[in-house]
Structure formats: structure tokens, C-alpha cells
């Protein structure tokens, strides 16, 4: 392995001795080095020791710089061979720095809990001793929460009787109950790009086979959807077709027609998520559920109560053929026995409480997007979006020559976590575009963006050549 010697590091850092603390201010010099390239990936770093002699500093300083280094993702170690530097895994990074650091968190696009929170939970509360006498396990869900899940999808459009339904502790409990169920080494898993990320390292992380299929913002391209279903044989699609986790694209109802259909001469289950999908900023901006065009029953729709009601609420589920829904609660028991019983109580009272909770999110959220709108084409010019008719965030295209990744650490620096566009995407794609939640609120909003403008001219301009990476 290549190495750097402590002088040769100290002579490439450019340090304010007055920063304070130091150890950070070395640590995000350091960083800056990775990033530009001046420090290339897979260098051994100098030993603490002789990196702190050569600056005049503690060694204690010098190791904490290592370790939040290595806690970022940018240094890694091993005993008896040293420190090097590496790049993060986006997947592994993208949702780390959920408050506590002072910064302004827009790497997060989960809202407040609303209104009606307060009450659901005293009256879930008050519900609880009548569930104390069981054992507080119920590898399905709660029956009253499972009719309620059931009833919403019938009146969706999608017939759905309890017995359809699997509660689980949260959507990505959901997603790894379904994939690892579902698809094994060497399968194909097809996903969209960009895309919610923590489903593809689920399927990465079972052997498959991954193959992306190009979306924007403006929606998807079906014939491209089912060629890739075909010439990769895949054999689980993950999509996400109310309001797409980044882009906010919805799918026209003739297009959930022919994908699935598509997938039926395939032979390939879709896995739909739908998250966002009571989160229209409009009546009109509404659809079919996917599964209500399936016939064979190869769609398994994926639910939560993160993003319409609270994110602190653990709670998912999944919709699915009754037999199904016993294969998956027995699958589950290796890893996970059931759902809060409290949680399932207080969400089984929001839904009790939905039509009140979608008016409060299209009012708060229709208004915190037009002025996170509002915003991005006043402060920065150049930056490009298609506003979308529901969900939580923009899906934003950088000016020409701006990169992603270079914006996201000086965004840091001034205070704003930001989302840049490579955590949605595969081998370092997507690095012209950010994402930007507007589930906070509109002041806050409006300083993000005050801030991500100065750190816009810190990071400056770079060439980035126009090549469109095969997909």
C-alpha cells in the first residue's frame, strides 16, 4: 500500500492554528485532501504520533481527527497495519447526523408528528391494559389495526380483507422481511435510479443481481421498466410509484396497467412502496394502487406511518395474498417476533384520525413547497426541478460543473445537512442532483437555503464532462 509520511501530509494542510476545536478543523482538512484528490483512496496515513510531532499537537488531537475521520467513512484502520483513507459508502452514510450536531437536518424528508398525534396516543394508552392479560406478541399485527389497514385499501380502490395484512416494525422491516423472503444469491433485483436506498443494500446484502432502471422527474418510461424486466429476468421490481422517493414522479394509472402486465409474462414480483402515497399536495393528484391491475397476485404492496404521521412511530405493513401473509409471519420469527403493541394502538387511532391528518400534511407541506421553491430559484440560480404534486422533497438538478458530493461537505460547514444525489443511485451516479425535503418548516427552509448558498460559492465550480452513463 502506498503511504504518506507526516511531513508530507502536514505540507499539503492548509490549517488555521487558531481554529477551534482543532482536532475537527484537522479532520475536515484532512477530508477536503480526500475529496479533491489531493490525498488519493488507499494511502496509509502517518502514525498519530508522528503526525502530531510534526504539527505540534497532542496525539490526543491527532486520534480524535482519525476517529471522526473514521466515523465519516473517510479512514479506515486495522491494529498492526495502520490508518488509510477510504470514500463512505453512500448507503451506509445516507441518512447518519439525525440531530444532535447543530446542523440543519435536510438529509431527513420524515415530517413532525401532527395534531392529531397527542390524542391518539392517550386514547391508545387508555386502550393498552385490555392487551396486558396476552403475551403482547402477534407475529401478524393487532386485528384492529389489520382492519383498519384493510379498510383504507378498500376504500383506495384495492378489495383487501385483514387476513391480507402483515404489520411490521417499520417500511424497512417490510422491505428486508419481503426481499429476503423473495429473491437469494444470484437473483435479479431491478430498482429505479435514483431510488430509496436502504432496499437496494437489503437485496446487495442477499447476493442478487442489481439492475437499475432510469426514472425522473417527470416519470418513467415503461417500455424501458418491462424491457429491463425482461432481459434481466428479474425476478423482484422495487418501485415506488406514488410520489418516487427522490424525483415525487407519480405513475399514471395506464402505466401501472402495462408494467404489470409486464410482469405477469415476465414471471417477476413487483414490490410496490408506498410510503408516500397518501401524501397528495391535491385531490387530483391521486392514483390506482399498483396491485388493483394485478390479477396473479404478484404485486406486494409495502406501507408505513413514518411519513404521514410520524416518524417515531415504528410502525409498517404489508399487503398481500392471506398465504403469503403466513409465510412472511413465520419468516419474520427469526429475527423479529411482532410490532409494538403501544405503537400498533396509537396508529390504529390515527387512522381513526386520517382524513384530519391529510388535511393538516397538503396544508403544511403544499406551503413548505412553495416556499422551498420559491427559494431555490431566487438563491440559486441555475439549480433546476420539476415541482411535484405530493411527497416530501425536490429532486433538484445542480448548474453545470457543481458536484454533488463537493456541495454536501460545504454545505456541512454551514450548517446544513444536505442529501446529494450518489445515496439514491449505484457506482457513483446522480452526482448532478440533491434532494431537498420540504417536511420542515418554511423559516427553517429559507435559512437552509440561505446557507446552501454561501456554501455553493465555497465549494465553486469544477469540469464535469457530459457522459451518460449506460444504465
Given at each position: 500500500?502506498?503511504?504518506?509520511?507526516?511531513?508530507?501530509?502536514?505540507?499539503?494542510?492548509?490549517?488555521?492554528?487558531?481554529?477551534?476545536?482543532?482536532?475537527?478543523?484537522?479532520?475536515?482538512?484532512l477530508?477536503?485532501?480526500?475529496?479533491?484528490?489531493?490525498?488519493?483512496?488507499?494511502?496509509?496515513?502517518?502514525?498519530?504520533?508522528?503526525?502530531?510531532?510534526?504539527?505540534?499537537?497532542?496525539?490526543?488531537?491527532?486520534?480524535?481527527?482519525?476517529?471522526?475521520?473514521?466515523?465519516?467513512?473517510?479512514?479506515?484502520?486495522?491494529?498492526g497495519?495502520?490508518?488509510?483513507?477510504?470514500?463512505?459508502?453512500?448507503?451506509?452514510?445516507?441518512?447518519?447526523g439525525?440531530?444532535?450536531?447543530?446542523?440543519?437536518?435536510?438529509?431527513?424528508?420524515?415530517?413532525?408528528?401532527?395534531?392529531?398525534?397527542?390524542?391518539?396516543?392517550?386514547?391508545?394508552?387508555?386502550e393498552?391494559?385490555?392487551?396486558?392479560?396476552?403475551?403482547?406478541?402477534?407475529?401478524?399485527?393487532?386485528?384492529?389495526?389489520?382492519?383498519?389497514?384493510?379498510?383504507?385499501?378498500?376504500?383506495?380502490?384495492?378489495?383487501?380483507?385483514?387476513?391480507q395484512?402483515?404489520?411490521?416494525?417499520?417500511?424497512?422491516?417490510?422491505?428486508?422481511?419481503?426481499?429476503s423472503?423473495?429473491?437469494?444469491?444470484?437473483?435479479?433485483?431491478?430498482?429505479?435510479?435514483?431510488?430509496?436506498?436502504?432496499a437496494?443494500?437489503?437485496?446487495?446484502?442477499?447476493?442478487?443481481?442489481?439492475?437499475?432502471?432510469?426514472?425522473?422527474?417527470?416519470?418513467?418510461?415503461?417500455?424501458?421498466?418491462?424491457?429491463?424486466?425482461?432481459?434481466?429476468?428479474?425476478?423482484?421490481?422495487?418501485?415506488?410509484?406514488?410520489?418516487?422517493?427522490?424525483?415525487?414522479?407519480?405513475?399514471?394509472?395506464?402505466?401501472?396497467?402495462?408494467?404489470?402486465?409486464?410482469?405477469?409474462?415476465?414471471?417477476?414480483?413487483?414490490?410496490?412502496?408506498?410510503?408516500?402515497?397518501?401524501?397528495?399536495?391535491?385531490?387530483?393528484?391521486?392514483?390506482?394502487?399498483?396491485a388493483?391491475?394485478?390479477?396473479?397476485?404478484?404485486?406486494?404492496?409495502?406501507?408505513?406511518?413514518?411519513?404521514?404521521?410520524?416518524?417515531?412511530?415504528?410502525?409498517?405493513?404489508?399487503?398481500?395474498?392471506?398465504?403469503?401473509?403466513?409465510?412472511?409471519?413465520?419468516?419474520?420469527?427469526?429475527?423479529?417476533?411482532?410490532?409494538?403493541?403501544?405503537?400498533?394502538?396509537?396508529?390504529?387511532?390515527?387512522?381513526?384520525r386520517?382524513?384530519?391528518?391529510?388535511?393538516?400534511?397538503?396544508?403544511?407541506?403544499?406551503a413548505?413547497?412553495?416556499?422551498?421553491?420559491?427559494?431555490?430559484?431566487?438563491?440559486l440560480?441555475?439549480?433546476?426541478?420539476?415541482?411535484?404534486?405530493?411527497?416530501?422533497?425536490?429532486?433538484?438538478?445542480?448548474?453545470?460543473?457543481?458536484?454533488?458530493?463537493?456541495?454536501?461537505?460545504?454545505?456541512?460547514?454551514?450548517?446544513?445537512?444536505?442529501?446529494?444525489?450518489?445515496?439514491?443511485g449505484?457506482?457513483?451516479?446522480?452526482?448532478?442532483?440533491?434532494?431537498?425535503?420540504?417536511?420542515?418548516?418554511?423559516?427553517?427552509?429559507?435559512?437552509?437555503?440561505?446557507r446552501?448558498?454561501?456554501?455553493?460559492?465555497?465549494?465553486?465550480?469544477?469540469?464535469?464532462?457530459?457522459?451518460?452513463?449506460?444504465?
Open positions: 500500500m502506498r503511504f504518506l509520511s507526516a511531513t508530507q501530509v502536514a505540507r499539503l494542510l492548509d490549517l488555521d492554528r487558531t481554529a477551534r476545536p482543532y482536532y475537527r478543523a484537522l479532520a475536515d482538512a477530508r477536503g485532501l480526500v475529496m479533491d484528490g489531493r490525498i488519493p483512496v488507499q494511502v496509509r496515513l502517518p502514525a498519530e504520533r508522528h503526525l502530531a510531532e510534526t504539527l505540534g499537537v497532542s496525539r490526543t488531537t491527532v486520534t480524535a481527527a482519525y476517529d471522526l475521520l473514521r466515523g465519516q467513512g473517510y479512514v479506515d484502520s486495522r491494529q497495519s495502520g490508518s488509510w483513507t477510504v470514500l463512505p459508502d453512500p448507503a451506509e452514510t445516507a441518512w447518519s439525525f440531530g444532535g450536531d447543530g446542523l440543519i437536518q435536510l438529509q431527513n424528508a420524515a415530517p413532525a408528528a401532527p395534531g392529531q398525534f397527542q390524542a391518539a396516543v392517550e386514547a391508545a394508552v387508555r393498552l391494559p385490555r392487551h396486558a392479560m396476552g403475551s403482547g406478541y402477534d407475529p401478524v399485527g393487532l386485528p384492529e389495526l389489520r382492519e383498519r389497514i384493510a379498510a383504507r385499501y378498500t376504500e383506495r380502490g384495492l378489495a383487501t380483507r385483514p387476513e395484512i402483515l404489520v411490521t416494525t417499520g417500511n424497512q422491516s417490510a422491505q428486508h422481511l419481503v426481499i423472503l423473495l429473491v437469494g444469491p444470484g437473483d435479479t433485483f431491478l430498482f429505479e435510479s435514483p431510488t430509496y436506498p436502504h437496494v443494500e437489503a437485496a446487495r446484502g442477499r447476493g442478487a443481481r442489481l439492475a437499475p432502471v432510469g426514472v425522473g422527474s417527470d416519470g418513467w418510461q415503461p417500455d424501458l421498466v418491462t424491457s429491463a424486466m425482461r432481459q434481466s429476468a428479474a425476478r423482484l421490481a422495487y418501485l415506488i410509484p406514488d410520489f418516487q422517493n427522490p424525483t415525487g414522479a407519480l405513475m399514471p394509472d395506464a402505466e401501472r396497467a402495462e408494467i404489470v402486465a409486464a410482469a405477469r409474462r415476465t414471471g417477476t414480483t413487483i414490490l410496490v412502496d408506498e410510503t408516500w402515497a397518501e401524501l397528495a399536495l391535491s385531490e387530483q393528484a391521486r392514483a390506482t394502487p399498483m388493483a391491475f394485478d390479477t396473479d397476485n404478484r404485486v406486494v404492496t409495502i406501507g408505513s406511518a413514518s411519513k404521514l404521521w410520524w416518524g417515531g412511530l415504528r410502525i409498517g405493513w404489508i399487503r398481500t395474498t392471506a398465504a403469503h401473509v403466513r409465510r412472511l409471519a413465520l419468516h419474520r420469527s427469526s429475527a423479529d417476533l411482532s410490532a409494538p403493541v403501544l405503537e400498533q394502538l396509537i396508529v390504529a387511532q390515527l387512522f381513526d386520517l382524513a384530519e391528518t391529510r388535511a393538516e400534511r397538503r396544508r403544511t407541506l403544499r413548505a413547497r412553495d416556499t422551498l421553491a420559491a427559494a431555490v430559484r431566487e438563491h440560480p441555475g439549480w433546476t426541478f420539476v415541482l411535484p404534486s405530493g411527497g416530501g422533497s425536490l429532486w433538484v438538478r445542480l448548474a453545470a460543473g457543481e458536484g454533488a458530493t463537493e456541495l454536501a461537505e460545504a454545505a456541512a460547514t454551514h450548517g446544513v445537512r444536505l442529501a446529494p444525489g450518489p445515496w439514491f449505484v457506482e457513483g451516479t446522480l452526482e448532478g442532483y440533491v434532494r431537498l425535503p420540504y417536511t420542515q418548516a418554511p423559516p427553517l427552509l429559507l435559512d437552509a437555503v440561505t446552501l448558498a454561501a456554501a455553493r460559492q465555497g465549494a465553486g465550480r469544477r469540469e464535469v464532462a457530459a457522459v451518460s452513463p449506460m444504465v
